[in-house]
């Protein structure tokens, strides 16, 4: 792996780095808020009539994928006529998603969210209202995907992370905003959300026109890259409709077996693990048009390099965070949402367990994909994890504990992981499976054994409080660094220290 290429994605790392401190510092701040402004009973509409709409966008997430893998191929193939191409397929594709969304959206969904769905008296109005701007937010946010992709695929992460920062800044305004509005909060702050939404679309537009020559468009649909586009998103698609529906099924069967409040604590889980998940998936986001273009390549040995060293450094970014804020959750959900909804501390600690088996399937996955050798992935992938829903309501219905809806997905992710490194293995020349797992899995899973003894041991000597969680963080992050930096070998040290140094001078400057 070149230089360039380990400068190039230290530095699109460190813009999404800064993306995610303003974006977490202000999603910190606005959840508590708006939980408090809307009520945890609105506060569960608004999250399980979204869930609908999302389940409806699994469309979107597949073609977004297939966008960015074909992007990405054709960058790294320096094919100037296939990328435009592809851009402007890409957009005929979304636009088409967005209409198929509308139509399913304003039948199924709105058929499900009236007769099916549990809303408190007398708020079923203001929840149509929020499913219908969800709708049509949603359908901005397809059409914005090829634009996005493009970003991405360019490593124009600056823009990337100033989009996200305004989004946020945009979200910090309709909390000030909702605290003085006379009219219906849940409406005014779905109406709100999706302003934002539609003015973002514009940003993305507008750079992508002025930025990217192959972002100009016409009416002229080429068949043999849209068949190629919509055969690579046909297993795609299964895969995605399986994991959607576990995702908002899971939603559902807490709504139908706890109701609202239950489904506030899952949202606000999601919420925690969402700003915990990004830590390590902006190291992997930087590092996915390099492992794609140098698949495009066929450089296999800097492909393997590439995603072993992004798999040890995104667990380690990971477990840094995850090791002190699993110890303090209790304290930590209290000091930030004051009234914490029941279940959200099990919620939380479930799905930060299951998104780490996730974070190590996430970057093999990368490797299918340049691949395109995704039809047994998604089978097995998609499969056994929709199974989790039936089996959840089963439990349920036996009156089981609704952290099954979350314990299952350990299984499933496991079983994937596993699969993942299989196929890994079969398109990787010279990959090595157990030292793969080694060097990307096992070194940092060990070295947050110091920092989960220490942690603990400061539980038992220390009264709970903000002085504990100080020295928890400090002492937890320092013995894991530590040992972190001493299970590198001398090459990756070295190749910190001097990206570190770089990086340092360039913002200096």
């Given amino acids: 792996m070149s230089a360039s290429t380990n400068s190039r994605i230290a530095r699109n790392t460190v813009f999404l780095y800064l993306r995610m401190f303003v974006s977490m510092c202000i999603s910190l701040y606005t959840s508590r808020v708006v939980l408090n ?90 929840a149509n209202w929020v499913y219908q701007l969800s709708v049509v937010a949603c359908m901005t946010g397809i059409i914005e995907v090829p634009f996005k992709a493009t970003v991405i695929s ?94 908002q099924g899971s939603n559902v069967l807490l709504n139908l077996f706890g109701g609202t409040v239950v489904n506030a604590a899952a949202g606000l889980a999601s919420t925690t693990l969402t700003i915990l998940e990004q830590f390590a998936s902006n190291l992997v986001m930087a590092s996915r048009p390099q492992i794609i273009k140098h698949y495009a390549q066929a450089d296999h040995s800097a492909m393997l390099r590439l995603m072993s060293n992004t798999s040890l450094f995104a667990n380690m970014l990971f477990l840094v965070v995850a090791v002190p804020f699993v110890t303090e959750i209790s304290y930590i959900l209290r000091l930030w949402l004051v009234n914490v909804p029941p279940y959200m501390v099990g919620f939380s600690i479930l799905l930060i367990a299951g998104a780490y088996i996730s974070l190590n399937n996430n970057v093999l996955f990368v490797a299918i994909q340049a691949s395109g050798s995704i039809r047994t992935y998604s089978l097995l992938a998609g499969t056994t994890s929709v199974l989790v829903i039936p089996v959840a309501y089963l439990f349920f219905k036996n009156g089981s504990t609704f952290y099954w809806v979350y314990i299952l997905p350990l299984f499933t992710n496991s079983m994937i992981y596993l699969y993942c490194l299989f196929v890994f293995k079969r398109i990787i020349t010279g990959a090595h499976i157990l030292r793969y797992m080694r060097d990307s899995l096992l070194r940092p899973t060990l070295c947050a054994v110091p920092a989960v003894l220490l942690s603990g041991l400061l539980t038992l000597v220390v009264e709970q409080g903000f002085v504990r969680l100080v020295l928890i963080v400090a002492l937890s992050t320092g013995a894991y660094i530590s040992c972190a930096y001493f299970a590198l070998t001398k090459e990756m040290r070295n190749t910190v220290i001097s990206q570190l140094s770089q990086l340092k001078q360039k913002f200096i400057k």
């Fill in 37 to 126: 402004a809307l009520g945890t009973s609105d506060y569960g509409i608004y999250g399980i009539v979204g869930s609908i709409v999302v389940f409806f966008s699994f469309l979107n997430t597949t073609l977004s994928t297939s966008t960015s893998r074909f992007l990405t191929f054709q960058l790294g193939r320096d094919d100037h006529d296939a990328l435009n191409h592809t851009f402007t397929n890409a957009v005929m594709l979304h636009v088409g998603i967005a209409l198929i969304i509308l139509v399913l959206a304003e039948t199924i969904g709105l058929w499900f969210l009236n007769n099916h769905l549990v809303i408190p008296a007398g708020r079923l109005d203001a």
């Fill in 154 to 247: 360019h490593e124009r992460m600056d823009f990337y992370a100033y989009a996200s920062i305004a989004f946020s800044l945009l979200k910090l305004g309709i909390v000030f905003l909702l605290a003085v509005s006379p009219y219906d909060k849940l409406i005014f702050y779905a109406t709100l959300i999706f302003a934002c939404q539609v003015v973002i679309f514009w940003a993305y537009f507008v750079y992508c026109r002025i930025s990217f020559s192959e972002c100009r468009l016409s009416l002229r649909a080429d068949r043999g890259i849209m068949r190629s586009m919509v055969s690579f998103s046909g297993w795609t698609l299964y895969s995605n409709i399986c994991f959607t529906t576990r995702q």
